[in-house]
């Protein structure tokens, strides 16, 4: 097990290497002055060459990788030319809405898409099973902009249950996370019915239900726990997704999360703080993969990982 | 049951004039106390006046900061930490004296000695971004007494009471600058109305009451503002009661929240010129009758009235009314045949153009750039539009003549000292060619370059003014850009807030007089 773990975080390596190095090169490729854009449209050439200088903007391109390559691998991920705040402040101060809002999604899509997934499969071809495959292609559809938008329209502007976007309290994550939850939930439904029904046919499940146990059992103890494995694998690409990239729910909702970090970066041509934001997702990315995949062990004790 | 209805509407109708018999409407009186949350579209870009330039900064900036002179919201200026001021002959020195008794939020005093700290600060070696607007044209400044202050100019400057007005002109605590140095940015301490709290990057600036402030204790008691990108997040936000006031409204959503008597949605003249600018050095943009051609083609009443609902106004040349110096000179009517006629005499009577525009950066451009895309087509100019994010626009506009294929782009241009010297002068001179300087359509013109020098150099304001006015005029006539409109900034508030002060600059900001309903 250890050995494993060993080996899969050595393989992080390289994926951060290529990560880097491809932010880096694609960044740089995007037309566009980070000077001008701090500096605004009024600076002078003086002023612009100034922020270019303190920046080492002004070097060579595979100079200014190594530069930041060797500062990365020291846990310095550099200065961000639009605040002049280190990089490594300003993800620490955003990551924590985003991945308080991951978890609460993730949550509500787990509630949402395991309950209506499981029904679906074994209410097989009712209206109950329509409902459900309708529900999650419309939950699978739906932009989150518009969704967002809507809720706030209803509970925050209507109903006035919720804030209408910001942060601070528990109450504003409660639409963002409902939002984001709603767009999962649909591809994990589905995949939940799809595992499910393949599980129920097995004979283990007609066994089970021959000894007479109660459907209940049957369903959630014998068929669930053997549907899990590609559940679980939705689940964790999910939430990765959700950790890097619930830019449009931080947007519509105005949380200062990390998706939102790394968008106004690219605007910005903010190169260190979106290079800084790409391998702390890429690291929390592969990490919950590799959760994940220590998690199938728990459900499926014929997995062994030695 | 058949007179119900109108039994109905008859309540109701009673129950509205009661309800505006109620409203607000003498002159109440200010109410003390409360927070106010104000939504904006981005987050400052520094607290430190003399580092920022951006309008979410400045506007932020003007709560706690204040200068010598400001700026009426109708562009003219006023005493502010200066009680009175006046030039010598020559105009190259100028004397302020200084408002008695006033203290930074840190208890340091407000003298002489701290107006010296700042003109010392942007004229040395640290340079701070904003520093270029005050080094080409001070000398140096001394301390005559406590209150009296006297600057040198290294040539006569007309526009000096405006660059001292700009929001780079803040007179910052000396003590908190020395103590912070660079990260002065996160600690900002100032003179003004309200205190700084907190900046939750991305998130929020709080600042509360300074109750020594010069001008009696202001009623509000915080200011948050919040950074809201999303403009629809604002509306709703507005709407559902999570904020007090917002800016940027989008166009489409005014006609609605108009109605709406929970609101007041002011819409305000600007400072900014929008315009499309000509690559001179792209044949056919080098024949000014082609320019002017271009200028005739352009139905500027129809864009006002019809996408801008009104709230933009046209502009007869590059300077919008108000800026300071406008003057009111005849631009070009809208004149499909004569534009025709003058493309004919140029022997292009139809024409393949490339026209760039932004999407997003200012009110409706995309949409501006369609609909003279069609009012070009209608005399045979047949243009394809296209749009690129705004950190490549810039980019792409400013390379250099030989490396660009850029021929007809649209730009906004908002002087930030409010006059119109500076209006024209760094897109318009020929010493600020691109890829240095901002004209990014590369214009040449003598007799205008020699115009907007005789207005840097005025030392009196009948000169200063002439000079503006033979450059408008010189603009007009070369028609270096088609000329379009200046929009108007859109401002929502709950209908309990009073005294939101709306600079033409395209800042929004609260005073010590801003107050609030319970």
Redesign the interface.
Known sequence: MIAYVTRRLLLLVPVLLGVSIGSFALLHL????PA????????????LT?IRHEHGLDRPLPIQYAVYLGNAVQGNLGISI????PVAT?IA??FPFTLRLAFLAILVSAALGVVAGVVAATRRNSMLDLAALLGSLVGISLPIFWLG?LM??VF??RL?WF?????GTAAHLVLPALVLGAASSGVIARMTRASMLEVLRQDYVRTARAKGLREQIVIYRHALKNAMIPILTVFGLEFGYNLGGAVLTE????L?GIG??IV?GI???DYPVVQGAMLVVATTFVAVNLLTDIAYALFDPRIRYD | MRRAPALFLTVMLLGLAALSMTGPTAAQQAVRGGTLTFATGADPDSLDPQNTQSNPGEQVNRMMHENLVRFSTSMQLEPALAESWSSSKDGLTWTFKLRKGVKFHDGTPFDAKAVKYFFDRVLGDEKPFKASLYAPVVQSAEVVDPSTVRVTLKQPFGAFLFIMAHSAGAIVSPAAHQKWGKDLALHPVGTGPFKFVEWVKGDHVTMERNDAYWGGAPNLDRVVVKTVREDQARVLMLESGGADLIVNIPTEEIPRLKKDPRFVIESNATARALFIVMNVKKKPFDDVHVRQALNYAVNRDAIVKELFQNNAQVIPGPVSPLQNGYANLTGYAYDPKKAKDLLAKAGKSSLKVKLWSPKGRFVKDYELAQAVQQDLAAVGVEATLSTMEWGAYLAATKAPADNTDRELFLLGWSPSTGEARWGMFPILHSSQLAPKGDNRGFFVSKPLDDAIDKATLAATEPARLGALRESQQIAINEAPYIFLISPNMVVGSSKKLHGVVNLPLELTYLSEKSWKEK
């Open positions: 995007v037309p566009g002055d001008q854009i701090l500096a605004g449209q009024e600076a002078t050439e003086e002023v100034r639009q605040s002049r705040q300003l101060q955003r938008l706030m329209l925050s502007v006035q804030p209408a976007g910001g942060s947007t519509v909702f105005s200062p939102r970090l106004e605007f910005a041509r």
